[in-house]
């Protein structure tokens, strides 16, 4: 083999010293081309800008999600305002007859669930009269309040609580015609009958009729009747006598009409009871009740009837009649005087008791303006079904107030009228006869409207 050539420390020293520029330029090709390329990546729009996306793109994403969070918010409580819309609307329906408070909650609730609301996560409330805001206290409006609970998604990096989204409706009723005569059966025939040579005239007023049979109201006869309309939640049977000013014809089929006295408590029966013989003939005498009544009325009690002779001056109160009936027959001294006479009276029958107000007496007498009773003049106990009663008067007979028999049938026969005032006639039947002129302003004396037709507005 040949021989390595010798190495001496001189040729060492002349290789390190060759060597050394070629590593200095090495380095500075390295530094050069770093230079280059940072120079060429501080440069380059793509690179930023994906590092900018990468960057922002969870931000991005949690903005698109919370937006579409916010918009599902939106979009549920637009949902709610229109179940809480129809609700309130259908829990009017059920105000404007007369229903009860758990009547229209449970209409209002029913149709919330037909627009997809089901309250399993939230509130349902009706309230009526309305409870809060501008229309507070108002007896013709209902509220409805919806909530809804709403698990948080993307939000749930700010905060755990749920979303509780609600919604609030408000109605009014509002009054578009009155009635003063109404019929309360459901079902009864003839429910409203006018018949014989009756001549009735209704000033400002309607009749009504809550039966829904074929005959609901039922006119027949030699009878002429002149009013403002006829509403029947059935159907009715008329001749060409009747005379309608505010409709064309008889609006059938119609929604029941409300109890105008079905929030009034009976009063309690109690007190000394009085002789049921009062008065006697071509003589004159004053009765006043002096008796201290859980109302706050003074009150007088009749047990087994109330008989009337000649003439009798009734003070103002209540006078409770238990059992037997409420006679009026024959006139007082004076032909000219009527034969019963009484302001701010209120008589109750219970137990039984019926109106037979008969014979050639005069009744001048008005309900009270004020109080628990405020424009009852005769109050049938509501559990009095089917009790008879029969009012026949002169033709200077005067009632002004209501003759509110709700259980019982009435066949009002005499010859009265009312002057500038109100009376009003609501019975669980009404047979009509006789000549009468009615009319109908009882909230200047203190009574309650029969609301025969009213509309429905949202009103927040």
């Known amino acids: 083999m040949p021989k390595a050539p010798h190495t001496t420390d001189s040729n060492r020293r002349h290789a390190v010293t060759a060597t050394a520029p070629h590593r200095t330029a090495r380095l500075g090709c390295v530094r050069r081309l770093a230079g280059e390329a940072l120079h060429r990546f501080a440069g380059d729009r793509i690179g930023s800008t994906s590092v900018i996306a990468a960057i922002m793109f969870p931000v991005v994403i949690g903005g698109i999600g919370l937006g579409v969070e916010t918009g599902y918010w939106y979009m549920t409580q637009r949902e709610l305002q229109h179940a809480a819309d129809v609700a309130v609307h259908a829990a009017a329906v059920r105000k404007r007859s007369g229903d009860t408070a758990d009547s229209m909650r449970t209409a209002a609730l029913y149709i919330a669930n037909q627009?997809?609301?089901?309250?399993?996560?939230?509130?349902?409330?009706?309230?009526?009269?309305?409870?809060?805001?501008?229309?507070?206290?108002?007896?013709?409006?209902?509220?409805?309040?919806?909530?809804?609970?709403?698990?948080?998604?993307?939000?749930?990096?700010?905060?755990?609580?749920?979303?509780?989204?609600g919604a609030r409706a408000v109605a009014r009723i509002?009054?578009?015609?009155?009635?003063?005569?109404?019929?309360?059966?459901?079902?009864?025939?003839?429910?409203?009958?006018?018949?014989?040579?009756?001549?009735?005239?209704?000033?400002?007023?309607?009749?009504?009729?809550?039966?829904?049979?074929?005959?609901?109201?039922?006119?027949?006869?030699?009878?002429?009747?002149?009013?403002?309309?006829?509403?029947?939640?059935?159907?009715?049977?008329?001749?060409?006598?009747?005379?309608?000013?505010?409709?064309?014809?008889?609006?059938?089929?119609?929604?029941?009409?409300?109890?105008?006295?079905?929030?009034?408590?009976?009063?309690v029966v109690q007190g000394t009871c009085q002789s049921k013989n009062v008065g006697k003939p071509n003589s004159?005498?004053?009765?006043?009740?002096?008796?201290?009544?859980?109302?706050?009325?003074?009150?007088?009690?009749?047990?087994?009837?109330?008989?009337?002779k000649g003439d009798v001056v009734f003070q103002p109160g209540l006078y409770i009649i238990e059992g037997g009936d409420f006679t009026v027959n024959g006139g007082g001294a004076d032909p000219e005087a009527a034969g019963l006479v009484g302001s701010g009276v209120t008589f109750f029958l219970t137990n039984g008791a019926g109106l037979k107000l008969g014979g050639n007496t005069r009744m001048n007498l008005s309900a009270p303006t004020s109080g628990p009773f405020s424009g009852i003049l005769f109050f049938g106990g509501r559990d009095q079904i089917g009790v008879a009663h029969t009012v026949t008067g002169t033709s200077d007979s005067i009632l002004q107030g209501a003759v509110y028999l709700p259980a019982g049938d009435l066949k009002y026969r005499g010859n009265s009228s009312t002057g500038d005032g109100c009376t009003q006639i609501v019975g669980y039947t009404v047979d009509l006869s006789g000549n009468s002129t009615f009319e109908s302003h009882c909230e200047e004396v203190g009574g309650s409207d029969i609301v025969s037709s009213a509309s429905i507005r949202i009103i927040e």
């Open 284 to 308: 004159a005498t004053t009765l006043t009740p002096v008796e201290n009544h859980p109302s706050g009325v003074a009150a007088m009690r009749f047990c087994n009837g109330l008989s009337i």
């Open 115 to 165: 627009t997809g609301f089901s309250g399993a996560s939230g509130d349902f409330i009706v309230n009526s009269p309305v409870s809060t805001g501008p229309n507070a206290g108002d007896p013709d409006t209902v509220e409805v309040l919806l909530s809804q609970i709403e698990p948080r998604l993307f939000s749930a990096i700010f905060s755990n609580e749920p979303i509780d989204i």
């Open 174 to 267: 509002n009054e578009t015609a009155k009635a003063c005569i109404l019929a309360l059966s459901p079902s009864a025939s003839g429910a409203v009958t006018v018949s014989g040579s009756t001549s009735l005239s209704l000033t400002g007023c309607d009749v009504a009729s809550n039966s829904n049979a074929s005959d609901s109201f039922l006119m027949q006869g030699s009878a002429t009747l002149s009013t403002g309309c006829i509403y029947a939640v059935g159907a009715t049977v008329t001749t060409a006598a009747l005379d309608l000013s505010d409709c064309d014809q008889p609006k059938e089929y119609a929604a029941p009409v409300a109890d105008p006295y079905a929030a009034v408590a009976e009063p």
